[in-house]
């Protein structure tokens, strides 16, 4: 059963919805499963409350000031009765569309709550205002707040909402002592989409965190700023820190400017390991040409071309874009890694292998996998013949890792290492007796009684554990750290099944989780999935987070 103090509060918001047919459709008829009952996920249907989870729950239908008033009121009176998280969570969500300052005033104090999951769904009703009086409000209690936890809170609603004219209070907290603070007021300012705040930005700019000089470059360039971006960006291409240099490539490829060019091009020739191809990729934006990383034949382009050179327009560039992809297969990225197709100039990677039960079924789609010489039709065999074969390939500049991962996860080093004589050995052999955990070939021992020898819980998919290892949460998952600068900018994670274990399981938001605590680090994510499932969530994370999405079939 549902915690009978949210049932009240549905009960509540259902009885203020309008008479007639659009109540009498809404009755409750469908349930959500969540930790300690079930809560209706469409009692709140109507012309005003369309559901208690997340619905719409607001109109401008007469008496919906009233209405708003009681939702706040008795949202007020039943949440504190809630314990469990859960719970908890889907009563912050009843305010979804509730467009009333008093909402701010009922969730600003959620923003700092122990469980950060409560304080995540406060976050998410705060970033939703469509009107003006709350948006003021929300704005307000920035200005009135002095927790830190609470002020974070509020700006990325104001991030997430785009809010337009968050006012002197937002351009003020620029200064502040926090420099977490510092880089949302930035991003919440530029998620605006007003260029005029450009020169409160632009200074930043200089700022000593790594994170927020980034936050300044991309915001610069998202505002197309051409001015503040332009210099913000050329200033920054030799930053010693290789995030802030990916931000000012990046942005030199989007704010497309003609005297942008040359100096990519000698930045091509300075560059070591994966911005090597972020280069490639701004040249190529800049100018519709596709010699990718190529320095050769940038060099000879623009001696030939660069007294006379005029940037194509974006008619142009769309006609010139039109063979990108034939034209790639020519040039191409040449003497970098490739790992199951998928080519990389990186010297910082890090393999991140699943070795869960189902690795050991055997793939149904053989003829993709023929001629390959795999020991056997099984999906662990193929992968790790692949990483072996490419671990053998790797050039001695180039450092590494391996994270295998089933319920639990497991380096093979702490750190990256050189790709060596002996570490290459070293993995080599690790690869050798990686095993699928708990597979469908141990259940017989289950059945009989064995199944500590079956160690079926052990072959659980715990992705998010994995992925979060990878980016250095191992704190549990903060998204903002004072480390976020690690040594590996390329990570390549291989799974065949849908999460099933884990801090977070469900896709979606382990998608969101792992994007959220990237946007500091700027690594790039390949991911390639092999087997039977729904793979557009492994798809989301490569196209989320700048990398290639590979699918080797089931």
């Known amino acids: 059963m549902a915690h009978p103090a949210l049932l009240a509060l549905a009960v509540t918001l259902f009885s203020l919805a309008p008479a007639g047919p659009s109540r009498s459709a809404a009755v409750p008829n469908a349930y959500v499963s969540a930790p300690g009952g079930s809560v209706s996920s469409s009692a709140l249907r109507g012309s005003v409350y369309s559901s208690a989870l997340g619905g719409s729950v607001y109109s401008s239908a007469p008496g919906a000031r009233g209405a708003a008033d009681d939702t706040v009121r008795d949202f007020k009176k039943y949440f504190r009765k809630l314990k469990d998280s859960a719970s908890r969570q889907e009563a912050v969500l009843t305010l979804l569309d509730v467009e009333a300052p008093d909402v701010v005033d009922a969730l600003v104090p959620l923003l700092g709550d122990k469980d950060p999951e409560v304080a995540r769904a406060a976050a998410r009703v705060l970033s939703s205002f469509k009107e003006r009086p709350p948006i003021d409000r929300l704005i307000a209690a920035f200005e009135e707040e002095k927790k830190d936890d609470?002020?974070?809170?509020?700006?990325?609603?104001?991030?997430?909402?785009?809010?337009?004219?968050?006012?002197?209070?937002?351009?003020?907290?620029?200064?502040?002592?926090?420099?977490?603070?510092?880089?949302?007021?930035?991003?919440?300012?530029?998620?605006?989409?007003?260029?005029?705040?450009?020169?409160?930005?632009?200074?930043?700019?200089?700022?000593?965190?790594?994170?927020?000089?980034?936050?300044?470059?991309?915001?610069?360039?998202?505002?197309?700023?051409?001015?503040?971006?332009?210099?913000?960006?050329?200033?920054?291409?030799?930053?010693?820190?290789?995030?802030?240099?990916?931000?000012?490539?990046?942005?030199?490829?989007?704010?497309?400017?003609?005297?942008?060019?040359?100096?990519?091009?000698?930045?091509?020739?300075?560059?070591?390991?994966?911005?090597?191809?972020?280069?490639?990729?701004?040249?190529?934006?800049?100018?519709?040409?596709?010699?990718?990383?190529?320095?050769?034949?940038?060099?000879?382009?623009?001696?030939?071309?660069?007294?006379r050179y005029q940037i194509p327009s974006d008619e142009e560039l769309a006609k010139l874009r039109a063979t990108q992809a034939e034209r790639r297969k020519t040039y191409g990225a040449g003497g970098g890694t490739s790992f199951h197709g998928v080519e990389t100039p990186s010297r910082s990677l890090l393999f991140v292998i699943d070795v869960s039960g189902s690795m050991e079924d055997l793939v149904v789609e053989k003829e993709r996998f023929e001629g390959a010489n795999y020991p056997s039709w099984a999906r662990m065999d193929i992968v790790k013949t692949e990483l072996a074969s490419t671990i053998e390939s790797l050039e001695p500049h180039v450092n590494f890792g391996i994270i295998a991962f089933a319920t639990k996860t497991k380096r093979w080093k702490k750190t990256l290492v050189p790709a060596n004589v002996i570490n290459k050995e070293s993995a080599l052999d690790f690869v050798k007796r990686l095993e699928p955990l708990g597979g469908n070939s141990k259940a017989d021992l289950a059945e009989v009684g064995l199944g500590a020898a079956a160690n079926l819980g052990a072959g659980k998919t715990n992705t998010y554990g994995a992925l979060s290892l990878a980016l250095g949460l191992e704190d549990g998952g903060s998204h903002v750290k004072q480390d976020y600068l690690g040594e590996v900018d390329t990570i390549f994670f291989l799974s065949d099944g849908r999460p099933t274990h884990g801090k977070y399981i469900e896709p979606k938001e382990i998608g969101e989780r792992i994007t959220e605590a990237n946007a500091l680090r700027k690594v790039v994510l390949h991911t390639i999935a092999i087997g039977n499932f729904d793979k557009s969530f492994m798809k989301g994370l490569a196209e989320n987070n700048g990398g290639v999405f590979v699918d080797l079939g089931k």
């Open 150 to 307: 609470v002020r974070i809170g509020l700006l990325q609603a104001m991030r997430d909402g785009g809010y337009k004219g968050l006012g002197e209070v937002v351009v003020e907290s620029l200064q502040d002592r926090n420099w977490a603070i510092r880089r949302l007021c930035v991003l919440a300012l530029a998620a605006g989409g007003d260029p005029a705040v450009a020169p409160s930005i632009a200074p930043l700019a200089e700022d000593e965190e790594p994170a927020v000089r980034c936050a300044v470059i991309d915001g610069l360039a998202s505002l197309k700023a051409k001015d503040e971006a332009l210099a913000a960006a050329r200033a920054h291409l030799a930053d010693e820190v290789w995030q802030v240099r990916a931000s000012a490539i990046s942005a030199l490829g989007s704010v497309r400017d003609r005297d942008s060019i040359p100096l990519l091009i000698e930045r091509l020739g300075l560059e070591e390991g994966r911005l090597i191809s972020d280069v490639g990729e701004s040249l190529d934006n800049l100018t519709g040409r596709t010699f990718g990383t190529r320095l050769k034949q940038w060099q000879s382009f623009w001696e030939a071309y660069g007294d």
